[in-house]
């Protein structure tokens, strides 16, 4: 299958400052890419789409204003967790797919483990 | 309604056995349905794709799709203690641009 990179895998940042994560498509190019958040024992949230060369769509609850994403190129995507706070601390998720108008699969990056301290 | 269902479980089979995970889903404008298995603190990893009525078998692992019945289920033949992990049902609709909606996922137990 296709493979997605997300780095870094985990980060420990201090209340207030803010993380990076990238998400990049290795061996595919992503139209548009999928930023999901989970919480222990509970399934994946779907936070935005990011679409390539455009502004990401949020789902509702989500605040844009917080979590940026910017999707600069078919291979990488970014979300930046600003102004973190204890609240923050989640398994984040980016995923992909392939490009095309019919039923392609989803694959994910391993993930970022976010503890804010 | 949710979106996507799921049984949480834990389903507990003993080793060897027939594993049956079930979904249901709500939208159906849904085109794309997957099937996922999550061990704790990893990310999703793609077991099965389906989008087609019927069944779709790979290895072990058989998908089943009725979408009149907006159903779709995972049978898991011989299972092993390494099946042992939550398994995520996902659909989407039709396009590599359409977003993928989850369930809570079933916890799934093979006891040796």
């Known amino acids: 299958g296709a493979v997605v990179s997300q780095h870094p895998s985990w980060v420990i940042c201090k209340s207030g400052t803010s993380v990076k994560i990238e998400c990049r498509s290795l061996?595919?190019?992503?139209?548009?890419m999928f930023w999901y958040r989970q919480f222990p024992k509970q399934s994946l949230m779907l936070m935005a789409t990011?679409?390539?060369?455009?502004?990401?769509?949020?789902e509702q609850g989500v605040e844009k204003d917080k979590f940026l994403i910017n999707h600069a190129s078919l291979t990488l995507s970014t979300l930046t967790v600003t102004s973190a706070h204890p609240e923050d601390s989640s398994f984040y998720i980016c995923?992909?797919?392939?490009?095309?108008?019919?039923?392609?699969?989803?694959?994910f990056g391993q993930g970022t483990r976010l503890t804010v301290v | 309604q949710k979106e996507v269902e799921q049984n949480s479980g834990p389903l507990s089979v003993p080793e060897g056995a027939i594993a049956s995970l079930n979904c249901t889903y709500s939208?159906?404008?849904?085109?794309?349905f997957f099937w996922y298995r999550q061990y704790s603190g990893k990310s999703p990893e793609l077991i099965m794709f389906i989008y087609s009525n019927g069944d779709k078998e790979d290895g072990r692992f058989t998908a089943q799709l009725n979408k009149a019945s907006q159903y779709v289920s995972l049978l898991i033949r011989d299972s092993q203690p390494s099946d042992s992990a939550t398994y995520l049902c996902?659909?989407?609709?039709?396009?590599?641009?359409?977003?993928?909606?989850f369930g809570t996922g079933t916890k799934l137990q093979v006891i040796p």
């Open positions: 939208d159906r404008g849904s085109q794309s």
């Open positions: 990011s679409n390539e060369g455009s502004k990401a769509t949020y």
């Open positions: 996902a659909v989407s609709k039709s396009g590599g641009y359409q977003k993928v909606t």
């Open positions: 995923s992909a797919r392939l490009r095309g108008l019919m039923n392609t699969e989803a694959f």
């Open positions: 061996d595919f190019q992503a139209t548009t």
